[in-house]
């Protein structure tokens, strides 16, 4: 054997891991990370921010107001202003003011649809029952929906806008203008009623020369109030009475204290409200001689902080809502209205649908708006309509007669999966507002029964 000590060397130092190496891939690995997640953040605030879209037709009339034909009329200079999706050039039609034949130009002006903000549907949670935000989609939010059968939306093209009404594997129903849900009326509160509400009607003390008081505006109106959308000027519907109506008062000045009797007719149901207020507050509320309790939740709110105060008063669903821009008070009440012969002729109650009388103290109105609900019906204006349950939401245009919506053909009534909502319309929080803003470009005057249209 050799002697150990004469056995070559091994050559080279033993091969460790370069410390270098492991501090530049886990740096590189820190700043991906970080990019990514960047990345992701940006995507998300962009994709959350609001977007802007122009509403093209005229379903949701007139809560959203889509392209009109504006015809100004010759004799009372007033702007008429006409759904284009139920117009048809070259029949005859007459002011909504005055009643007057209107010339109808071969080329009418026409107005574009407003401009509304949404906030769109993340492109991941489409699969997932929840609207924008993650919020929970409600029965009355206004959608944004991908047309049914076409292709891949982007921003360039049209999109769809309707309201919610149904909820997935609700059984809908239609009946007598209101939504049935699963064999139960819906019954709205005072603000959902509110975002919804059609004007009929407003006045405004000191402005308005065919009704000097308030009283005289209410004995003008042709009563029952009926269903009919006199901006859809050639539609032809089945003229109903609606039962679901409200009245919003603005007090102008009050005592501290004061009493008021309100005499609420609606068809052959009359309904006696008695207010007792203090310091512009309502302390109590009888409906007939029944005492009412102050609702827990505020249903409508106050237009600003020294704003006058508006005090409302709707039935709504089968109740009496009464409210004062703070607390609600509920009445249950069975309120039947039933198809009117006068609807039919054309003739006048001459019955007024609001009286108030003082009991105490003294107020004064200087504002009011009268306004009524959507009154539904079913496929092709028919009284009834069921829509099975199911896989996705039901939704339906605020303009009934005239909307193309989950009602479909008969019983091919169809419901919008939750990857066909793209965005989501935020609700009026003071709905009031909205009113206010449509009474601008309506008639002073009380409606008349009947359809905008002449007779051929």
């Known amino acids: 054997m050799g002697d150990p000590r004469m056995e070559p060397p091994v050559c080279g130092p033993r091969i460790r891991s370069s410390r270098w190496f492991l501090v530049v891939s886990t740096g590189l690995l820190v700043f991906l990370c970080l990019a990514v997640l960047l990345a992701g953040l940006l995507l998300l605030r962009r994709s959350s921010q609001p977007r802007l879209g122009q509403i093209a ?6 809560t959203l107001v889509g392209p009109r034909v504006l015809l100004p009329c010759q004799a009372c200079a007033f702007e008429n202003r006409f759904c284009m999706d139920a117009w048809q050039p070259g029949r005859p039609i007459k002011c909504l003011n005055c009643g007057q034949a209107l010339d109808v130009p071969d080329d009418p002006i026409l107005e574009a649809g ?19 935000g993650g919020h929970l989609l409600r029965r009355g939010d206004i959608v944004v929906l991908e047309r049914s059968g076409g292709p891949e939306p982007t921003d360039g093209h049209e999109r769809e806008v309707k309201r919610i009404a149904g909820l997935p594997g609700e059984r809908i129903a239609i009946q007598d203008g209101d939504l049935w849900i699963d064999g139960q009326r819906f019954q709205k509160d005072l603000t959902q ?23 005289s505006f209410f004995d003008a109106f042709d009563h029952p109030i009926n269903n009919d959308l006199p901006i859809n000027a050639h539609d032809s519907i089945t003229v109903l009475p609606v039962r679901d109506l409200g009245v919003s008062l603005r007090i102008a000045r009050a005592s501290p204290a004061w009493s008021l009797r309100l005499g609420w007719q609606v068809e052959d149901t ?6 007792d207020c203090n310091q512009g507050s309502i302390l109590s509320v009888q409906l007939d001689s029944e005492l009412l309790t102050r609702s827990e939740e505020s249903a409508t709110k106050r237009l600003a902080d020294d704003a006058p105060l508006w005090l ?19 009445g249950e009440r069975t309120l039947t209205v039933e198809r009117s012969d006068m609807l039919a002729h054309n003739t006048s109650m001459r019955q007024s649908f609001l009286q108030f009388e003082s009991l105490s103290g003294e107020i004064e109105f200087d504002r009011c708006l009268v306004y009524r609900d959507i009154h539904y019906r079913g496929y092709s204006d028919a009284p009834e309509q069921g829509i099975r349950a199911g896989e996705g939401y039901v ?19 169809q419901r919008v999966p939750v990857e066909n909502i793209r965005g989501l319309i935020p609700p009026d929080h003071v709905p009031l507002v909205r009113l206010l803003q449509r009474a601008e470009r309506m008639p002073m005057s009380p409606p008349r029964l009947g359809h905008a249209i002449l007779p051929e």
């Not at 037709?57 to 007139?62: C, H, L, R, T, V």
């Not at 409302?312 to 509920?330: E, F, K, M, P």
């Open 193 to 215: 009623f509110l975002q919804q509400a059609i004007l009929v009607g407003h006045w405004t003390a000191g402005l308005s020369t065919t009704c000097s008081t308030l009283e």
């Open 270 to 275: 009359s309904v006696h409200v008695k207010l």
């Open 395 to 413: 939704v339906l245009g605020d303009n009934v007669s005239i909307s193309n919506d989950s009602r479909g053909a008969g019983d091919a009534s």
């Open 312 to 330: 409302t008063i709707a039935s709504v669903d089968g109740r009496v809502l009464i409210s004062d821009g703070h607390a609600t008070w509920i």
């Open 114 to 132: 407003q401009n509304v903000r949404y906030l769109p549907t993340l492109p991941w949670s489409r699969n997932h029952p929840r609207g924008p």
């Open 57 to 62: 037709g005229n379903s949701m009339e007139p």
